[in-house]
């Protein structure tokens, strides 16, 4: 199937311009949970005494919380959703700035105690961004890095000051208030400094905010660390050595060699005089920048070391990584200590008080004993050894049966998440999706109202799989992937609105039965349906249909790229959702799409306020939900030809091709043969709206619905219908199999569908 690209694709791609995606984002648990795993935290301190303390953590599941921390307990007191990829780092600059970066290329600013209001979203990275590091003490500079080997320095005041809206040349923010001028960034090119550390702007804009470019890398960068004056920056990544700047400048002070492989994390003390880098080689060093060499090795992993953590005083150090152990390593003495050992790969580390928060590839979080202030106080309870100083001689001491013992069995608090969907199956019906979590639980999800219908708890997956088999065809009209610890569903036009269903098939009250309900369409109400009422509310019932949803700019546009449009004529153009697709409100899902301005952005549907239109949202969004009208689609009808069976004494009806909507149900087929056979009468007089309409002359093809004159009750000759059947290969078909369905698990042919019929004997 012809795939189109995510939401999230960077945009400066040569390759032809694709329509937009909609993606919606579904959780089944209320919005204070994360399902997938602690890429970062952050700990901001209360300045008051009786104050509460909090933490952020970012998730690879887009989005950031904050938990208001007592004793032994967490509250999440905020949600924070606008990244539309996994959030890989964060800091806090300031008093109250929350600063974060994510692999959809961008850095958000938040009010670190605000409900969750993103105040900036800046995009100058062209990959995914990995890094973050801030300066203790210079409060407003903060550095990003990234895939590609991008460093930028960040003036995060100057970055987030409100500019004119006047000025063409803004970035719309894509969370909040998304026409307001309080969400504006200028967008203009980083100056680059070029390798003989000259520094030339090019930018053609005489204004904006132009964020410093640290130039020098060949490879992505992974790490980063700031001193507390931020007048000095270290970054490493998969050249496997540490690059030292100067980020005012962003000219290269020196390039430190030793690690043999990928750098993963770093850590400056607060004068800037000593580094310690952690790597996939397993090794830790700690190099003086003064003398420009590595002073220490610390071999006291057997896997890659991901995350770092120092005491105030920079005299020990908290490592974690890929071998599921936490570890705190004198740095002077070469002691180390295993504190504890986890079930997944260890992410990153927060020091808070005595105790450090520990994050990992899980959704929960979990706080265990560090003893920050006097860590020396851990070694006094013995099981401790002296970390070698050559790579991989721990690995060595490991296989060689000697792994200590952890200091702390449990954590003293853990902040549970929701475990991760790890592996799905769309369905053959295309409405329900199963999934396997983390932790083995088996559920099916109806994507068109966004909920878990089956709960079935640890069982088999493919066992289960087997038994939900359906023997229907239906198109494939969405997509899903769960990269982000939950069912993303994507809508690519036009291929997500060849799915159809008569309304009977979804329980559908109050609607004729035989009415097609496009499957996309409905959804796509249910989706928007609060936007479409605040809509109205702000735009009043007499708001046109056509002149304020797109400008004549985008109408030209689109039209030149389809030059037809079909108008959905069985649907009434009105805001109702049917019952089968009411999203919850209780845990709403969440939008993913951008628009013709402004870069991809999340928001849940409840809180979209109706200042969003084509600069937001896709224009054939807007088409289908406002004005009824959906792009040309293909493949909705089947042609196949209709003969007696052989041998058999029944007259035969057509000798030309039919045609018919692909879900078509067989005792529809079979009405129109008992009506030729005891009617005789020219169907071209039926009504043409559903009805088959073939005649027995020549035409090579004909239409057919084989709905419009079905819908009634019993007509007074049917009372003495004859009894047919329908074959196709020599197998009788089921009534309620659809012309899709047969053909595809029937017929099983490329050619047109031949299909027979024959009286049933002793009736």
């Not at 401790?384 to 200091?407: I, M």
Request: charged share 20%; net charge neutral.
């Amino acid at each position: 199937m012809h795939r189109v690209g995510s939401a999230g694709n960077n945009t400066n791609s040569n390759r032809p311009r694709k329509e937009k995606r909609l993606t919606y984002v579904l959780n089944d648990t209320a919005d204070t949970k994360h399902c997938a795993g602690i890429n970062c935290l952050a700990v901001l301190k209360s300045s008051a005494s009786d104050g509460c303390d909090y933490l952020f953590t970012g998730s690879r599941d887009g989005t950031l919380k904050r938990w208001a921390l007592g004793e032994n307990a967490a509250i999440c007191s905020a949600t924070f959703e606008s990244h539309v990829d996994w959030v890989n780092d964060t800091v806090i600059a300031g008093d109250n700035t929350l600063v974060s970066c994510s692999s959809d290329t961008t850095l958000k600013t938040w009010n670190c105690l605000s409900e969750g209001t993103c105040t900036r979203t800046l995009r100058q990275h062209s990959d995914y961004v990995t890094c973050l590091a801030a300066a203790e003490k210079n409060t407003n500079v903060v550095a990003s890095g990234g895939l590609g080997g991008e460093v930028f320095v960040w003036d995060i005041e100057a970055a987030v000051t409100p500019v004119s809206k006047s000025s063409d040349l803004v970035e719309d923010d894509c969370s909040n208030s998304m026409n307001g001028s309080a969400n504006l960034l200028p967008i203009s090119s980083p100056r680059t400094i070029s390798s003989s550390n000259s520094i030339r702007t090019h930018t053609t804009q005489c204004h904006g905010y132009v964020p410093i470019a640290a130039k020098g890398h060949k490879e992505s960068v992974y790490a980063l660390a700031m001193n507390d004056s931020g007048s000095l920056l270290v970054s490493g990544g998969t050249e496997k050595v540490v690059r030292v700047w100067d980020p005012r400048t962003g000219s290269k002070n020196m390039k430190l060699r030793g690690h043999a492989d990928n750098i993963r994390a770093l850590l400056l003390d607060s004068t800037g005089r000593y580094c310690l880098s952690g790597s996939s080689d397993s090794m830790i060093r700690l190099w003086d920048l003064g003398q420009q060499r590595c002073v220490h090795s610390y071999a006291v992993h057997t896997d890659s070391v991901w995350a770092l953590a120092s005491t105030p005083t920079f005299s020990h150090v908290y490592s974690g990584g890929r071998d599921l152990s936490l570890y705190l390593t004198d740095l002077t003495t070469r002691e180390s200590i295993l504190l504890c050992t986890k079930e997944q790969p260890i992410l990153q580390l927060a020091l808070h008080d005595d105790s450090i928060w520990v994050a990992t590839t899980d959704s929960s979080v979990c706080r265990w004993p560090a003893e920050g202030g006097t860590p020396q106080n851990v070694f006094q309870r013995g099981g401790s050894f002296l970390a070698g100083n050559l790579s991989f001689s721990r690995a060595r001491v490991s296989l060689e049966g000697s792994t200590p013992a952890p200091v702390y069995k449990e954590p003293i608090f853990t902040i549970p998440g929701t475990p991760a969907i790890v592996q799905h199956e769309i369905l053959n019906n295309r409405r329900h999706v199963l999934t396997k979590d983390a932790a083995g639980s088996v559920k099916l999800w109806e994507i068109t109202r966004g909920v878990v219908i089956e709960d079935y708890g640890q069982v088999s997956f493919d066992e289960k799989k087997e038994q939900l088999f359906e023997m229907v065809s239906i198109p494939a009209w969405f997509t899903v992937d769960t990269r982000l610890g939950c069912l993303s569903v994507h809508l690519d036009t036009p291929q997500c609105f060849t799915a159809e269903m008569y309304s009977v098939d979804l329980n559908i009250t109050g609607k004729p039965e035989d009415d097609k309900v496009n499957l996309a369409r409905e959804t796509l109400k249910g989706l928007l349906v609060h936007w479409l009422a605040k809509r109205r509310q702000r735009h009043g019932s007499q708001a046109s249909a056509n002149g304020d949803v797109l400008s004549g700019k985008d109408r030209t546009a689109r039209s030149s790229a389809h030059s037809r449009i079909e108008v959905d004529g069985n649907a009434e153009n009105d805001s109702l959702v049917y019952p089968p697709f009411e999203f919850s409100t209780v845990s709403p899902p969440s939008i993913i799409t951008e628009g013709s301005q402004g870069g991809p952005w999340r928001k849940k549907i409840t809180e979209l306020d109706a200042t969003e239109d084509e600069k937001d949202f896709p224009s054939w969004v807007l088409d289908c939900v406002l004005n009824n009208r959906l792009p040309p689609r293909e493949n909705t009808k089947c042609s196949f030809y209709l003969h007696p069976c052989e041998g058999s004494a029944v007259q035969i009806l057509t000798q030309g091709k039919l045609s018919a909507p692909r879900i078509l149900r067989m005792h529809k087929v079979v009405n129109y043969v008992i009506e030729k056979l005891v009617l005789d009468k020219p169907i071209d007089s039926l009504n043409t709206d559903g009805t088959y309409a073939p005649g027995l002359g020549g035409q090579p093809q004909h239409s057919a619905g084989g709905e419009g004159s079905l819908r009634s009750g019993l007509k007074p000759w049917q009372k003495l219908r004859p009894s047919i059947e329908i074959l196709c290969n020599n197998q009788v078909l089921s009534p309620e199999m659809s012309l899709a369905t047969v053909r595809a698990y029937i017929w099983k042919k490329p050619e047109d569908l031949v299909l027979n019929y024959r009286m049933i004997q002793g009736k």
